[in-house]
């Protein structure tokens, strides 16, 4: 089957689901990029501080019994997505380094709001105790209702926001 440059979402979806029942059967729970992140940061954290890391109530069970926190599938994963996005872009001559933004907003208004985004994102989904591939995917597929109320606020807030923000697309 050729795709061109885009996958079709019904595909797409399906390999998602094949992949995340995949993840189940082999590693015995599902997937989810906040946990990687988190053990990126506690490995770094250690780096700078390993005494008060391994103190930490938070990050010193990814160092118990002499653990090594990237040791895990789920950084293997976040690995394995950004070499695939990499690839994937690069034989479909999509890769390139761009800012995306409106006629209103510069490139650095531009990224000051994705990483401001990106904090409050990154921060909430270690409240939620899961990202949206966490949450949404894995606890969707499990029937969880605070997976799917956690879905629910994702479309609700995203809706909301759109409304402040619209005026820097067009």
């Given at each position: 089957?050729?795709?061109?440059?885009?996958?079709?979402?019904?595909?797409?979806?399906?390999l998602?689901?094949?992949?995340?029942l995949?993840?189940?059967v082999?590693?015995?729970?599902?997937?989810?990029?906040?946990?990687?992140?988190?053990?990126?940061?506690?490995?770094?954290?250690?780096?700078?501080?390993?005494v008060?890391?391994?103190q930490?109530?938070?990050?010193?069970?990814?160092?118990?019994?002499?653990?090594h926190?990237?040791?895990?599938?789920?950084?293997?994963?976040?690995?394995?997505?950004?070499?695939?996005?990499?690839?994937?872009a690069?034989?479909?001559?999509?890769?390139?380094?761009?800012?995306?933004?409106?006629?209103?907003?510069?490139?650095?208004?531009?990224?000051?709001?994705?990483?401001?985004?990106?904090?409050?994102?990154?921060?909430?989904?270690?409240?939620?105790?899961?990202?949206?591939?966490?949450?949404?995917?894995?606890?969707?597929?499990?029937?969880s209702?605070?997976?799917?109320?956690?879905l629910?606020c994702?479309?609700?807030?995203?809706?909301?926001?759109?409304?402040?923000?619209r005026?820097?697309?067009?």
């Amino acid at each position: 089957m050729k795709f061109g440059t885009r996958w079709p979402p019904v595909p797409a979806g399906i390999l998602i689901g094949i992949s995340m029942l995949l993840a189940f059967v082999v590693a015995g729970r599902g997937i989810g990029a906040s946990g990687a992140m988190t053990r990126l940061v506690a490995w770094v954290q250690h780096f700078l501080a390993p005494v008060a890391t391994e103190q930490s109530a938070y990050f010193g069970k990814y160092f118990a019994d002499g653990a090594h926190p990237l040791n895990d599938y789920v950084v293997f994963l976040l690995v394995g997505l950004l070499v695939g996005s990499f690839v994937a872009a690069w034989l479909t001559g999509h890769l390139r380094v761009e800012v995306l933004r409106g006629p209103r907003s510069s490139v650095g208004y531009r990224l000051a709001l994705a990483l401001t985004g990106g904090a409050i994102t990154g921060f909430a989904a270690r409240l939620a105790r899961g990202c949206t591939s966490g949450q949404g995917l894995v606890g969707g597929a499990e029937l969880s209702v605070g997976a799917w109320t956690f879905l629910m606020c994702i479309f609700v807030g995203g809706w909301l926001a759109a409304w402040f923000v619209r005026k820097q697309w067009i």
